[in-house]
C-alpha cells in the first residue's frame, strides 16, 4: 500500500530516492530480514542469559526479603525477649525493693525496741546512780557536818577550858575516886 | 626485842638504881623521859637514826637530861642509846616503874591531865587512887593537853576516866 502511494516516476531514476522517509522495498526486505535474524538472535541467546538474570535477580531479592522476614520474626523474638527480660526486671525490681523495705522496717523496728530497751536500761541505771550518788552525798555531808561540828565543839569547848576550871575538873575527879571506895 | 631481854634490862638498872639508893628518881626520871620521847617523833627519831654514830645519840641524850635527870638515869639510858636498843625505852620504862613500885608494895598509877598538877592536888590524889585500889599508889602524872580537861587514870587494868575528851566523844556518838 505503501509502494501504491508513491509516484511511478520516482520509480525510473534509480539514482533517485522515492521517499525522502521510505527506504527502497529492497532494503526493506533485507532489513526486515536482518531484523528478524537479530531478534531471533537475540530470543535464542540474549533471552535465555536476561531472564536468566532476572530470575537470579528475583531469587536476590526473594532472599533478601526472606532474610528481612527471618530478621524481623529474630528482632521480633528478640524484642519479646527483652520486653519478657524488662518485665522480669521490673518484677525483680520491685520484688527486691519489696524485700528491702521490709528488712528495712524489720532493722529500723529491731532497732527503735532495742535503742528504747537501752534508754530505759540507761535511764534506770541513771535513776540507780542518782539516788546512790544522793545517798552518799547525804551520808558524807551528815560525815562532814557531824566531824566538823565535833571539831567546832572541841574547839569551842577547849576554849572554854580556863585554869579556873581545869582546877575544878582534877579536884572533882580527886573528890569523886576518893569519895567512890 | 623479847619480854626475856626487856626484863633483863630492866632487872639491871633497877640493881643499879637500888645500889647507889635512887630507885624512886631513876624510874621518874625513866618515866618522863619515855613519855616526852613518845610525844616527840623528831626526838624519837634522831634516838633511833642509825645513821647517827652512836656516840652522837649519846651525846643527844646527855644534853637531853643533863641537869635534870640523875646521873644513874643518864648513864643507863646511854647505855640503851648506845647498844641500840632506845626504841624500847618506854616498855623499860614502863617495867622498871612497876618494878620499883613493887617492890615498895605499891600500885602504879598513870594520871593523864591537860594541865599539870599541882604537888597538893598530887598527894591528894595519890591518896584518893591508894584508897580506891586498896593500896599505896606510885603516882606518874602526865600532861597530855589531848584530854582537854579532867584527869583519866589508869591502875594496872582499871580505868577511872573523867576527862572532857572522853565526854566529848560520848556526846558524838550519841549523834
Redesign the interface.
Known sequence: MIFAALPAKVYDDPTQSLNWLMPKPGELIYGGLASLVIFYALYKFGWPAAKKALEARTAGIQKELDDSAAAQVQADADATNIRRALGDIASERIKLLAEADAQAATILAEGRARITAELADIEARAAGELLAARGRLGEELRAEI?HL??VA??EA??AA?D?R???E??????????A?? | MSVAQINAYVAAMFEIASANDAVSVVEDDMFRLARAIESNEQLRAALNDTSLPADRRQKIVEQLLGGKAHNVTVQLVSLLVGTGHVSLLPQVADALVKRASSSKQMEVAEVRSAVALTDAQKTRLAEALGKAAGKPVNLKVVVDPSVIGGLVATIGDEVIDDTVRTRLDQVKARF
Open positions: 557531824s561540828s565535833g565543839t572541841t569547848v577547849r577550858m585554869d576550871t581545869q582546877q575538873l582534877v579536884d572533882n575527879f580527886i573528890a569523886k575516886v576518893g567512890s571506895r
